[in-house]
């Protein structure tokens, strides 16, 4: 009897440690972000179109007051994301159509642990594919067609990131498509309906939740991948919508401030963290939202 | 004696190597509702389907003999089985609307067979098959919820006007009534009976009673064999083979 009492404790300590620590990361977050509002209006922070984040360290220099706008970062996210999203999207869902509705067994035995494999690259890998293969042949093709690409571009840091995500939303979309009731498939097939109809018609709207769950996801994980970008889209921060530009994301410019000799007190520093704050912020909602989806289509069906 | 509508010779199916029918002969009549009945494993599902070639769908099913329809051929090379599904609906154990609204669940079949595209002439024929379903009533005024909306007994009757929206010459039902309690039965029930005189059913059933009920012809399967194939009365008040006696009164199955 005591034993068991001791092996609860312990377990409820392991899980409780688990939220313990993030606790403290996201208060450690607020804080230093408050910290960091104490130097930089809010309003500069969310409305600015500049980011600079370059402080002076002697009173006398000149032009390095710094400027803190996020905007730029924000606009440099969501296009690599959006590039993400529209390589991965037709590509992942293609692909769970055809390993859930067409596939042979023997197929799918094939080529699911493929899209797992790739699922398990590290992200370093994919970055140094992006950016010492992709965009200098994205810059090549470019060129040769008359366009100015810069020789880090969003272009192939999405399309690189947009393969990344490809088996996250190919294999969700899998499980939330075989769930769908095999008996919704016999009566529209029952009725004379091709397998392809049933698959636009039934299959594909009865499943569409869960895959709006599953792209949800992937957009989450495209908005907070930081190793792709970081070698493969520049460090510009630019308020572009060109994709042949080089631009820079939130996750960058954390890892930017924060490597290197740093003062723990200046404005540059506590940036990273209110940066921090956001993009946790972002994809959090996120998340929420598309669990929240996912889980009650799976409900539906139970 | 009419002709039959449905005619079967020497048909064995089998999933790979178990064979699962053996050697049947059955005529099924037109405008009667015909039973299957049997204990579970007899193979009378599996014959059901059958007669409009869902067991296409099972990699391991293969089916030899003669299955014909109105005369042709069912498993002729040349035939469409989406075509021959269009004339033998089918309406499964537990009901299964699609996750669309009432309306849509009816149209359905209208859309894919592209049988009209005008919105009057839609609106129509899914108040005719709601009608004929005997659902209308129920659901006149709320056309655009969801299917699933509807109570067990009603997505039943949902289903059943799906599938005679196309106008089938024949409609199979796979224990419709197995997952609806007793009072929704009986609707479904008066249901089939109404049904007849437009269409030819052929009803799987698990309770005799309900077998008793609603159809002219029994059909009594045992270990995939067709054991006695006659009119309803006389395979219950007067069954010539004892398997079929011992089913009916409870000793085996």
């Not at chain 1, 509705?101 to 370093?124: D, F, N």
């Not at chain 2, 995939?224 to 004892?242: A, C, H, R």
């Amino acid at each position: 009897m005591w034993f068991d009492r001791i092996v609860i404790v312990l377990l409820a300590a392991a899980a409780g440690m688990a939220i313990l620590v993030t606790v403290g990361i996201v208060l450690s977050l607020i804080f230093e972000t408050i910290q960091f509002f104490g130097k930089v209006p809010l309003s500069n922070f969310l409305f600015g179109l500049e980011w600079s984040p370059q402080t002076a360290i002697r009173a006398d220099q000149v032009g390095s007051g710094g400027s803190f706008g996020i905007l730029p970062l924000i606009n440099g996210t969501l296009l690599i994301s959006a590039i993400a999203m529209i390589v991965a999207t037709p590509l992942g869902l293609t692909s769970a159509v055809y390993l859930s509705e067409y596939s042979s067994k023997s197929a799918r035995a094939w080529i699911k642990p493929g899209l797992e494999i790739l699922a398990g690259i590290p992200t370093v890998v994919y970055g140094f594919f992006a950016a010492l293969t992709l965009a200098p042949f994205i810059r090549m093709t470019g060129n040769q067609m008359g366009l100015e690409v810069a020789s880090e571009s969003a272009l192939a840091a999405g399309i690189v990131m947009g393969i990344m995500i490809v088996p996250l939303i190919s294999s969700l979309s899998d499980d939330v498509i075989n769930s769908v009731p095999q008996s919704l498939r016999d009566a529209s097939l029952g009725m004379g309906a091709t397998q392809s109809e049933t698959i636009r018609r039934v299959v594909l709207p009865a499943a569409l939740p869960g895959i709006s769950g599953s792209l949800l996801l992937a957009a989450s994980r495209a908005i907070g991948e930081t190793m792709i970008v970081l070698m493969a889209a520049g460090m510009a921060a630019k308020l572009t919508l060109n994709p042949l530009d080089a631009v820079t994301t939130i996750t960058v410019q954390i890892v930017a401030l924060l490597t290197g000799d740093q003062e723990f007190d200046s404005a540059k520093t506590l940036s990273a963290f209110a940066l921090g704050l956001f993009l946790f912020g972002i994809t959090l909602c996120i998340n929420v939202v598309a669990l929240h989806i996912v889980r009650k289509y799976q409900e539906q069906y139970d | 004696m009419t002709d039959p509508i449905i005619t079967a010779r020497g048909v064995d199916i089998f999933y790979d190597t178990k064979q699962a029918i053996h050697n049947i002969d059955l005529d099924i009549l037109p405008n009667k509702v015909t039973a299957f009945i049997g204990p579970s494993g007899c193979g009378k599902s599996t014959f059901l389907r059958a007669i409009n070639r869902m067991n296409d769908l099972i990699p391991s099913c293969r089916i030899s003999g003669d299955m014909k329809i109105a005369g042709q051929d069912i498993y002729a090379p040349a035939v469409d089985v989406v075509a021959l599904r269009a004339q033998v609906g089918m309406v499964f154990q537990k009901p299964n609307p699609f996750p669309k609204s009432i309306f849509e669940n009816v149209a359905y079949g209208l859309k894919i067979h592209k049988i009209t595209t005008s919105k009057t002439e839609m609106q129509d024929r899914v108040e005719w098959s709601l009608r004929s379903a005997g659902l209308w009533d129920e659901v006149a005024d709320r056309l655009d919820d969801p299917g699933n909306s509807l109570s067990g007994g009603q997505q039943q009757r949902l289903c059943i006007a799906r599938a005679i929206a196309i106008k089938p010459k024949v409609i199979l039902m796979d224990e419709p009534c197995s997952a609806l309690d007793p009072i929704a039965t009986a609707v479904v029930e008066e249901l089939i009976d109404n049904l007849r005189k437009d269409y030819t059913i052929v009803i799987v059933t698990h309770s005799m009673q309900q077998a008793a009920r609603v159809s002219q012809r029994t059909a009594f399967f045992h270990l995939g064999s067709l054991v006695e194939y006659g009119e309803t009365k006389s395979i219950f008040t007067n069954p010539t083979d004892e398997r079929t006696q011992n089913y009916i009164t409870g000793r085996i199955g």
